[in-house]
């Protein structure tokens, strides 16, 4: 068979598997739940976000940062047992300020640099369901790829790992959850070296409409340690973010304002995408 007809095929099966029906997404937030994908369904969620003034320390760099085709799957393989991959596929940073770099640099452009970003693998695992006096309970772990290339400016070109704890709960239609955990993020700027830091979150839905739902978050990591020339690229992060979600067109699509709550992150932002469930086997069969 000619390779453009099986492109052809391969594309229009995804097309009827993106018809059948949708339940409620997490995206834009990137506070986790405690919730888990039904077995046997994949979540497939893309998205596009675009942030201004994003400072990269490691490279010296400055400037707005477009992230195309931000990828979510989170598959369920058992009641208790979500397996997750996320990441862009192509990010694009705007120059505006260059400074002394710790790394040397081989920029895509004059003013300009692209790379693909560093994508992660996790699990998370239910502890508890939510009952009518206990919030849910759930741990996440996994580990982030060095799939970046230092020397494009964007990304470390590091190998990362984390786990978490995750705490939700109802309060009549308000859904509240929250994540508390550890990053043990590598040195890109010397051998032999890490920094461990703290990450959170804590997120809220509130259905405004049986198609509208109202989302916001406050999350990010926290490094107790003085970044230096030997943790340069470590630095704590933090966004806000506070958006919609809505069920149109047999699809859920969201959009998110964001505003940097440090020094090293986006001044403002914003973030769109859509988002799926794919039902790929039934699970009761197994």
Same mark, same amino acid.
């Given at each position: 068979?000619?390779?453009?007809?099986?492109?052809?095929?391969?594309?229009?099966?995804?097309?009827?598997?993106?018809?059948?029906?949708?339940?409620?997404?997490?995206?834009?937030?990137?506070?986790?739940?405690?919730?888990?994908?039904?077995?046997?369904?994949?979540?497939?969620? /893309?998205?596009?976000? $675009?942030?201004?003034?994003?400072? #990269?320390?490691?490279? +010296? =760099?400055?400037?707005?940062?477009?992230?195309? &085709?931000?990828?979510?799957?989170?598959?369920?393989?058992?009641?208790?047992?979500?397996?997750?991959?996320?990441?862009?596929?192509?990010?694009?940073?705007?120059?505006?300020?260059?400074?002394?770099?710790?790394?040397?640099?081989?920029?895509?452009?004059?003013?300009?640099?692209?790379?693909?970003?560093?994508?992660?693998?996790?699990?998370?695992?239910?502890?508890?369901?939510?009952?009518?006096?206990?919030?849910?309970?759930?741990?996440?772990?996994?580990?982030?790829?060095?799939?970046?290339?230092?020397?494009?400016?964007?990304?470390?070109?590091?190998?990362?790992?984390?786990?978490?704890?995750? /705490?939700?709960?109802? $309060?009549?239609?308000?859904?509240? #959850?929250?994540?508390? +955990? =550890?990053?043990?993020?590598?040195?890109?700027? &010397?051998?032999?070296?890490?920094?461990?830091?703290?990450?959170?979150?804590?997120?809220?839905?509130?259905?405004?409409?049986?198609?509208?739902?109202?989302?916001?978050?406050?999350?990010?990591?926290?490094?107790?340690?003085?970044?230096?020339?030997?943790?340069?690229?470590?630095?704590?992060?933090?966004?806000?973010?506070?958006?919609?979600?809505?069920?149109?067109?047999?699809?859920?699509?969201?959009?998110?304002?964001?505003?940097?709550?440090?020094?090293?992150?986006?001044?403002?932002?914003?973030?769109?995408?859509?988002?799926?469930?794919?039902?790929?086997?039934?699970?009761?069969?197994?």
């Amino acid at each position: 068979m000619p390779r453009s007809l099986k492109l052809v095929l391969y594309l229009l099966s995804f097309l009827y598997l993106l018809s059948l029906p949708a339940h409620a997404q997490n995206r834009p937030l990137r506070t986790a739940d405690a919730e888990i994908v039904p077995p046997g369904t994949m979540r497939a969620q /893309v998205g596009f976000d $675009f942030l201004q003034d994003v400072d #990269f320390p490691l490279s +010296g =760099l400055s400037g707005d940062l477009t992230s195309v &085709a931000v990828i979510n799957i989170r598959s369920g393989v058992g009641k208790i047992i979500e397996i997750q991959m996320y990441g862009a596929a192509q990010q694009f940073l705007d120059i505006k300020k260059q400074g002394a770099s710790f790394v040397p640099l081989n920029l895509t452009g004059t003013r300009s640099t692209r790379d693909t970003g560093d994508f992660t693998f996790a699990a998370k695992v239910r502890i508890l369901a939510e009952a009518a006096r206990r919030p849910a309970l759930a741990i996440r772990f996994g580990y982030q790829m060095p799939n970046s290339n230092q020397s494009r400016g964007i990304g470390t070109n590091t190998t990362n790992i984390f786990t978490e704890l995750i /705490v939700q709960k109802h $309060f009549g239609r308000l859904n509240v #959850f929250g994540n508390v +955990g =550890l990053i043990i993020l590598t040195a890109p700027n &010397a051998l032999y070296t890490q920094n461990d830091i703290l990450s959170y979150g804590a997120a809220f839905t509130y259905p405004l409409h049986q198609r509208v739902n109202l989302v916001g978050e406050v999350a990010g990591r926290h490094s107790t340690r003085t970044i230096n020339v030997d943790l340069v690229g470590t630095e704590s992060r933090s966004q806000a973010r506070l958006g919609l979600q809505i069920f149109a067109g047999g699809f859920w699509w969201d959009f998110a304002g964001i505003a940097g709550l440090t020094s090293r992150d986006p001044r403002s932002g914003f973030t769109f995408g859509i988002s799926r469930d794919i039902r790929l086997f039934d699970s009761s069969r197994f």
